[in-house]
């Protein structure tokens, strides 16, 4: 199985991309938002989850080991597949679902497209307890938004991440944080 891969990127869209590896172009599917923030020819390592079924060999790629942790925890619920799985870390960081999980909030879970009320119960019965290390240890879903929309504008992630650390995100919405950090990095 393939579980690293490291090469180029040759091109996106927004389900996947095709990464150039030793002159071997290995299609990938990954998460919007890491989608979003790349740019053609560049150099990328991405943790890989090899889906194989009986008609098709498909690769999940991650930027880092905690997207595809959450990715393997999500596909173990039975009734999740790797595309509902790879649909909740596009409209969610990993500590929003661990801590929506924790919270029992079948609501939050419910807003990604194809998960409805009863799947979102199930990832909760099946999911409660295992993910608890992983709440609070990252951004929150409005955080993580005013991420992908500076990421988009193509601001470093150094640039991001200094200018994250300085907002103060209490009982603000997402659209006026954008415009705080906007204002911050000019």
Known sequence: MIGFLQGKVITKNEQSLLLNVSGVGYKV???LPLLISL???QDLTLHIHTHVREDALTLFGFKDEL???LFEKLI???GIGPKSALAMLSVHSPASIA???EREDVQALSH???VGKKTAEKIILE???KLSHLVGSKETDTTYEVRLALETLGYSPKEIHDTLQKLHTENKSTSALI???LSQLQ
Request: glycine share 12%; charged share 25%; aromatic share 4%.
């Open 127 to 129: 999911l409660r307890g």
């Open 67 to 69: 997207d595809l942790f």
């Open 39 to 41: 740019l053609d020819g």
């Open 179 to 181: 415009k705080e950090a």
């Open 112 to 114: 990604t497209p194809g």
């Open 76 to 78: 173990a619920v039975s």
């Open 29 to 31: 599917s990954a998460p």
């Open 99 to 101: 801590d929506a999980v």
